[in-house]
């Protein structure tokens, strides 16, 4: 009986075994997306399902017509998966590790390496052959963006426009009105005006309720330009005579923007609980509660969020939209987004599929262009007899341009200003992506990657932080600053800079 | 008397090929007769080989540099390379002490706590009352560590928290709970047992339900007085379950909630929050170095076993039931 048992239970194991052995041999046998399948092109008989990850908030997607459209004209079935993108790259990571990954999904949050190494491995689907049978979407999208992280002549995932550079510095005027200040214009000026704010009552509630501004910890890229950036840090690395330098490494622009921030710790200028904050949204509160007078937003939403909410605390609250502040080198720096953001699909998905996909992104940025921004006509809006146009109820409940954005993105970076908001909107829209583009803050980086920066930099990074955050509230003294560089560069901090050094010479030569 | 206990002389019956014959079919009766009780078994027995001995498989990853595009059979076998860089890892000496201060802090203060309660609910009598407090207590249990952490920034954060705006407007000192460092290990165990007391007090309260209510009536009539049989009678009974619920959690000693160490962390209270699990979240699955964030997890699981072993004898050794 014992033996029986046994072989019951080795049995099972070794079968289990097997199954999962044949299933990664499955994923490795399509590799690269060189599938020689037949298909025949805009043949749309097959009904297919197609798995799609991205990012945000789930759409409604029963009996949402939009939904239906696409998938009626393209007989397809979507599974969608959505996941928060601040963990987005390590859940993709865990999907890759329990080969579970779907169709299609969104490239963007994670480390550039990862794409490279991914892409090696043949993971992603190589669009560019099938892009001959659909020139409007290669044509919508610039040569460049098709070309980013990618080897020659292979077409990795389809780019999605992101701006650089969205997000702009909102100050309360109705503050400086009331404290008779002007629109600070240096770093200076920022922390006179932000000291004000604090300590004079701009509010008028009698109370000291109110501070300057907030932050995201000390080194988010979307936190601390106006400020690390002003003062000369690098986003993440910056070139000084041929050599990167990363800004773990910059001592004296470090100690600079470190004791900035340690006195507007010290003065109660800057938000108590800044170390807390992972997202700029965290910050962004702060200034839509009333309690910061200087914070980011972003220009396609603030006529509905931020200048809406800030009046529930103070009717006569009004935002004006600022410059950068001068460092004292004259530099202005503005939050800086990487990009290269692609949505990939997997290899192992046939060309018949990605036919399928391509063409579904091909129509959105042609004949579906305007039903994934604006809708159905009665349905999500109507146009009345002067020519206006009005928004209906269902157009927020089927989110028509969340699909056009969060799933399907078009290569447009005014796919936002529906036509409501009127002329003037996509106008002034414009007008400060243009004004923005002006403070991109470069990170000279191209992309090279380091062996140790991937097994340790986290780690690194992390006490490296908690030394210079211990610094800016007090329990630690100035010296540290140097401290924390020394212990980073002694830890594998060295290591890194050299790695990826090497790996930049490498990258000029051959560029020469 | 004497006949009782004397052998039988009776030879036995060697006629052994009927023997065998009976036998099978008394087998073979026997397996018919339990395949029902056989069959109700078997959604237990696949569930056990599926979901946790199949999985066992996946701990080669210890000794691979796993590539998850390569798969088991095709990635690099790096043996017990893994567990030398774990064991010569600089932080390595702090993260093992602050799993094992969090762990003892969990043996000591939230161990004894659904125990406690279970004693104190035991004792009311009002049973609307008994069962409104314990839907209660156990309510937190179904709130995810996303909402409790949340709820203690509203109140608690420095600069906005409510509790601390109360304090600073009636002069006294706001308190940095989130940031000192000083209070995350409190409030990290006032967390557990504030989210798990109640729950886990319903195997206890179960206990003591099966407790011989003559036992109390005796020690009455004998002029005990409650704390007495509480202490004499109540707590002894569910020793065994106790033990046996001891035994198990040293099992999971090293295992400590992610999740909820993760929203608590901040670059201020990284030297006692950082701890394997949240080691693991930032060197391996961010980095996607499998093989060693499974040689890390492996590590913590051979620490477990060897802590269940040894409180499994301990108790054996003082006369009670261990766990096997």
């Known amino acids: 009986m014992k033996k029986y048992t046994l072989f019951f239970f080795v049995s099972v194991l070794l079968i289990g075994f097997l199954a999962a052995c044949n299933n990664e041999n499955t994923q490795n046998s399509n590799v690269a997306g060189e599938s020689n399948e037949e298909f025949e092109p805009f043949n749309f008989d097959e009904h297919m399902t197609i798995s799609m990850l991205t990012t945000g908030t789930p759409i ?12 009626e004209k393209f007989n397809v079935t979507f599974d969608m998966q959505y996941y928060d993108r601040d963990d987005f790259d390590s859940y993709v990571n865990t999907l890759a590790a329990s080969n579970n990954l779907p169709d299609i999904w969104r490239f963007g949050y994670n480390d550039p390496q990862m794409y490279s190494n991914w892409a090696e491995k043949g993971v992603y689907y190589d669009v560019k052959p099938l892009l001959e049978y659909h020139p409007d979407l290669e044509a919508s999208i610039p040569t460049s963006a098709w070309e980013v992280l990618n080897p020659v002549d292979h077409f990795y995932g389809i780019p999605e426009y992101r701006l650089a550079t969205r997000n702009m510095l909102a100050i309360r005027q109705d503050w400086l009105d009331n404290l008779d200040l002007e629109v600070p214009d240096t770093i200076e000026d920022f922390y006179k005006v932000a000291y004000a704010f604090a300590h004079d009552d701009p509010n008028g509630t009698g109370k000291k309720d109110t501070i300057g501004f907030s932050a995201i910890g000390l080194f988010s890229d979307e936190g601390t330009a106006w400020r690390g950036g002003a003062f000369g840090l690098a986003r993440a690395w910056k070139e000084f005579d041929g050599e990167l330098v990363p800004y773990q490494a910059q001592l004296k622009e470090l100690e600079d923007y470190i004791g900035f921030m340690r006195k507007a710790y010290e003065d109660d200028v800057l938000d108590k609980d800044f170390m807390l904050h992972t997202d700029w949204r965290d910050a962004n509160t702060r200034l839509s509660d009333g309690v910061a007078g200087i ?3 972003n220009p396609n939403s603030v006529h509905r969020k931020e200048e ?4 529930e605390h103070d009717p006569d609250a009004e935002l004006t939209y600022i410059d950068p502040p001068a460092g004292p080198s004259g530099e202005r720096t503005t939050p800086t987004r990487p990009g290269y953001f692609k949505k990939v699909i997997n290899s192992n998905v046939g060309a018949a599929k990605a036919h399928r996909i391509l063409a579904i992104l091909e129509w959105n940025v042609t004949e579906g262009y305007e039903i994934t921004r604006h809708g159905l006509e009665d349905i999500h809006y109507t146009i009345h007899d002067d020519g206006t146009v009005e928004e209906l109820d269902a157009w927020e409940e089927h989110q028509p341009a969340d699909i056009g954005t969060a799933l399907l993105r078009a290569w447009n970076p005014l796919h936002r200003s529906y036509w409501w908001l009127g002329d003037e909107f996509e106008e002034t829209l414009g007008e400060r ?10 990170d000279d980086n191209p992309g090279l990657i380091s062996d140790t920066d991937i097994k340790i930099g986290a780690q690194l990074d992390a006490e490296f932080e908690q030394i210079l955050t211990e610094v800016v509230v007090g329990q630690r003294e100035m010296e540290d600053v140097e401290l924390a560089v020394n212990t980073w560069k002694e830890n594998g901090g060295n290591d890194i800079i050299e790695e990826i050094n090497d790996a930049y010479s490498q990258y000029k030569e051959e560029r020469n | 008397m004497g006949n009782r206990f004397k052998k039988t002389a009776k030879p036995i019956q060697t006629a052994s090929i009927p023997k065998v014959k009976n036998a099978r079919e008394k087998r073979k009766k026997m397996i018919k007769r339990g395949l029902p009780i056989y069959l109700m078994l078997l959604p237990g027995v696949l569930y056990f080989l599926i979901f946790n001995y199949g999985p066992l498989i996946g701990l080669t990853v210890a000794f691979m540099e796993y590539d998850p595009f390569q798969g088991f059979l095709n990635s690099e076998w790096v043996g017990l390379e893994h567990f030398r860089r774990l064991f010569e890892e600089r932080i390595f000496l702090d993260l093992l002490s602050n799993t094992l201060i969090l762990g003892i802090y969990d043996i000591i203060f939230y161990f004894p706590a659904p125990i406690i309660l279970a004693l104190l609910l035991n004792e009311i009598r009002l049973r609307w009352f008994k069962s409104s407090v314990q839907t209660i207590l156990y309510t937190p249990h179904f709130v995810s560590w996303v909402v409790i952490v949340g709820i203690t920034a509203v109140l608690f954060s420095t600069q906005t928290g ?16 989130l940031t000192d460092s000083q209070y995350f290990r409190p409030l990290w165990v006032i967390h557990n047992i504030w989210n798990g007391m109640g729950w886990d007090a319903i195997i206890y309260l179960a206990a003591m339900s099966s407790v011989n209510p003559e036992l109390y009536h005796a020690a009455r009539v004998d002029g005990a007085s409650r704390i007495q049989m509480t202490w004499h009678i109540t707590l002894p009974s569910i020793m065994y379950v106790v033990i046996i619920m001891l035994i198990l959690r040293m099992g999971g000693f090293m295992d400590l909630s992610y999740t909820h160490i993760l929203l608590l962390q901040n670059p201020l209270n990284l030297n006692v929050s950082e701890v394997f699990d949240t080691y693991i979240y930032r060197a391996g699955i961010l980095g996607g170095q499998f093989g060693y964030t499974t040689a890390v997890g492996l590590f913590k699981s051979m620490v477990g076993l060897i802590l269940v072993m040894v409180a499994n004898t301990i108790a054996k050794r003082m006369g009670k039931e261990g766990v096997y």
């Open chain 1, 433 to 442: 992506y243009e004004w923005l583009e002006e403070f991109t803050w470069e």
């Open chain 1, 60 to 71: 409604e997607y029963e009996d949402n017509p939009i939904f239906e459209l696409i998938e």
């Open chain 1, 295 to 297: 914070e980011y937003v």
């Open chain 1, 308 to 311: 809406v909410d800030i009046k």
């Open chain 2, 162 to 177: 409510a509790v601390n705006n109360l304090l600073e407007n009636n002069g006294y000192n706001r308190i940095e709970l």
